[in-house]
């Protein structure tokens, strides 16, 4: 899963580094110099991240189901899952998330069974067969 995947841009100034683990914002400070750059990294656990980026793929034009969630990120890898290490790993990305400036209503549940995430621009990064980035 994610081989070919390097990660995610989202709303055009959030960077999503699926194999290191990252959750890099670029911000440009407009009220400083032209070129005053600030940059926030966040360090995830793999697990999470592993979430992240399926809600991020499946997740952004229709909602994801739970069970399948469970599945695909946790019971695929030999994992045991359950609605709370599901909701538990939810509340740490989510907390995250914002502190990276992100909303807590960017990944959003309905009534615990469906998932969605809700950004303005999510794009996926790739690595094309000679290891360049692609869009």
Same mark, same amino acid.
């Given at each position: 899963?994610?081989?070919?995947?390097?990660?995610?841009?989202? !709303? %055009? !100034?959030?960077?999503? %580094? &699926?194999?290191? +683990? +990252?959750? &890099?914002? =670029?911000?440009? %400070? #407009?009220?400083? /110099?032209?070129?005053a750059l600030n940059v926030s990294v966040i360090a995830v656990k793999d697990v999470n991240m592993i979430l992240l980026a399926y809600l991020l793929e499946n997740g952004? #034009?229709?909602?994801?189901k739970r069970d399948d969630i469970l599945k695909d990120v946790w019971d695929n890898r030999n994992l045991k899952s359950?609605?709370?290490i599901l909701w538990a790993a939810l509340k740490? =990305? /989510?907390?995250d998330l914002m502190l990276v400036g992100l909303n807590p209503d960017f990944i959003t549940s309905e009534r615990g069974a469906l998932y969605r995430? !809700?950004?303005h621009n999510i794009q996926g990064l790739y690595v094309d067969a000679n290891q360049k980035l692609v869009s």
């Open positions: 899963m994610f081989k070919s995947t390097f990660g995610f841009m989202i !709303n %055009d !100034n959030i960077q999503i %580094d &699926i194999h290191h +683990r +990252r959750i &890099i914002k =670029l911000h440009m %400070d #407009e009220s400083r /110099k032209p070129y952004s #034009e229709s909602p994801v359950s609605s709370q740490a =990305l /989510k907390k995430v !809700n950004a």
